[in-house]
C-alpha cells in the first residue's frame, strides 16, 4: 500500500527529479489535452473528483510514506494547479498552454501573498490548496490574456 501511495503522489516518481514541480507541471499535459475534448460538466465533475483525490493521497503521502509536512516530492498537486490552470481554455491555441504554462510556475514557485500561508493548513488540503489557487489566478491571467493574443 505505502508502494501505491508513494506513486501516485510522486506521479510515478517525478518527485524525485529535480526540478520535480515543472516535470509534474508538464506531465499534466496529456491529460489537459484529452480532457478538453469533454464537456465543461465532465471536466467540472473530473476536477471535483481528482482534487479531493489529490488531498488524500497527498495526505497518505505525507503521512505514511515521507513523514514530513509538505514534502517536495510529494507533485500530484501541481497536477491539480496545471488542470485548474487550463479548466476550460482553448488549447488549439498553443501559445495559450505555454503562457499557461510559465504563469502557474512562476505563481507556484514565488508562493506570493496569501498562496505562502494556505500552504500551512493541514496535511493534504495545505499541500493542494495553494496549487489550486495558482491555477485559478493562471485561468483568470489567460481568461484576459486571450482578449488581446
Not at 510522486?10 to 506531465?27: E, H
Not at 480532457?35 to 467540472?44: D, E
Not at 503521512?63 to 498537486?77: E, G, L, N
Not at 500561508?117 to 496535511?123: A, F, G, H, N, R
Request: aromatic share 12%; glycine share 6%; charged share 15%.
Amino acid at each position: 500500500m505505502k508502494l501505491i501511495i508513494e506513486i501516485i503522489a510522486t506521479l510515478f516518481f517525478i518527485g524525485y527529479l529535480p526540478a520535480s514541480g515543472t516535470f509534474a507541471t508538464l506531465s499534466s499535459l496529456p491529460l489537459v489535452i484529452k480532457l478538453n475534448k469533454f464537456s465543461v460538466l465532465f471536466n467540472i465533475i473530473f476536477l471535483l473528483l481528482f482534487i479531493i483525490f489529490s488531498v488524500v493521497f497527498s495526505s497518505l503521502a505525507e503521512t505514511i510514506v515521507f513523514i514530513k509536512k509538505d514534502d517536495r516530492r510529494i507533485v500530484i498537486d501541481e497536477m491539480v494547479g496545471f488542470l485548474v490552470s487550463m479548466f476550460a481554455i482553448d488549447i488549439s491555441k498553443i501559445h495559450l498552454i505555454l503562457i499557461g504554462f510559465v504563469i502557474f510556475r512562476i505563481l507556484d514557485i514565488s508562493k506570493i501573498g496569501m498562496l505562502k500561508s494556505v500552504q500551512k493548513l493541514p496535511s493534504g488540503f495545505g499541500i493542494v490548496a495553494d496549487d489550486f489557487i495558482c491555477g485559478v489566478l493562471t485561468n483568470i491571467s489567460l481568461r484576459i490574456l486571450s482578449i488581446w493574443i
